[in-house]
């Protein structure tokens, strides 16, 4: 059995492949940054005693992703598992006044997402079996000030995911939404979180593989973000647009 991971050096990546190096999985580490997923490969294999190899992929360069899957499958005809870290956060203001940002954010976290989606959901649909997963967020719930360019680009992933989910559960494929709250990660440092809603890493990871395990088609993680999210998503719009969120 074998895990594809793309966006290799986000922490929460490598705790969810932590879980499937201790069950035996043969792991491919893929990211944009030449010598990274090279890096992770070499690790996890010396820690795990796994076979680990590494692959580059960039979410925007989509002329490329056809080939990245060809040399992925052709490497590795017995893949089961997908999963789809990479993401980008961004900055709101930025994205409003500059379009760039906002396309990127748009592109990176959907567009690119999508491109790489089809591209293995064809191949696992062929095979009738394994698993996408990829890394939505509760931010795609419902849109707020802060962060709606973001925000948007995540819920059209989660609507994509569900779509996509519908179209392959026939032919035994699963397909897994991931909406996190917040992690403590790289992409959040320096925020004013609130400190007891923000979730390790390793949390999240172990989650993630426990919901690839069993099939599941969406998880909260923690789990209590699908009640907060129940919640949000029930405060009418009238009281909604006057809160500073
Ligand atoms: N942290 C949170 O609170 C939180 C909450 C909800 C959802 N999420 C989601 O969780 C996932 C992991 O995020 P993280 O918190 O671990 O942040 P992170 O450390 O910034 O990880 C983001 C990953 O995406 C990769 N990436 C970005 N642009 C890419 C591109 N064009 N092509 C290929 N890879 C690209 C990054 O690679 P480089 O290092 O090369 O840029 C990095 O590996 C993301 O999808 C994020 O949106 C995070």
Not at 54 to 79: C, Q, R
Not at 126 to 137: D, F, L, P, V
Request: aromatic share 12%.
């Amino acid at each position: 059995m074998s895990l594809l991971v793309l966006g290799a050096n986000s922490l929460i990546a490598q705790a969810a492949a932590s879980h499937f190096a201790e069950a035996g999985h043969k792991i491919i580490f893929a990211g944009r940054i030449q010598d990274e997923p090279e890096k992770f490969a070499k690790d996890f294999s010396i820690r795990y005693n796994i076979e680990c190899t590494s692959e580059i992929v960039d979410a925007l360069d989509y002329s490329t992703h056809k080939k990245f899957a060809e040399d992925v499958i052709s490497k590795d005809p017995e893949l089961d598992y997908i999963l789809i870290v990479l993401g980008y956060l961004g900055t709101q203001e930025k994205a409003q006044s500059n379009f760039d940002e906002a396309h990127r954010i748009i592109d990176t976290n959907y567009t690119g997402v999508v491109s790489v989606c089809e591209l293995f959901a064809a191949e696992f649909e062929t095979r009738k079996k394994g698993t996408i997963a990829a890394i939505s967020s509760v931010a795609g719930d419902r849109g707020r000030q802060s962060n709606y360019m973001y925000g948007s680009a995540k819920g059209a992933l989660s609507v994509y995911l569900q779509g996509l989910r519908n179209r392959l559960a026939k032919c035994g494929v699963n397909v897994l939404t991931i909406k996190p709250g917040f992690v403590n990660t790289p992409m959040t440092y320096g925020m004013p979180l609130p400190k007891p809603l923000v979730a390790s890493p390793q949390k999240v990871g172990k989650d993630i593989y426990k919901a690839m395990i069993k099939g599941k088609s969406v998880v909260y993680t923690p789990f209590y973000w699908r009640w907060i999210m129940f919640i949000v998503k029930s405060i009418p719009e009238f009281i909604f647009k006057k809160l500073k969120l």
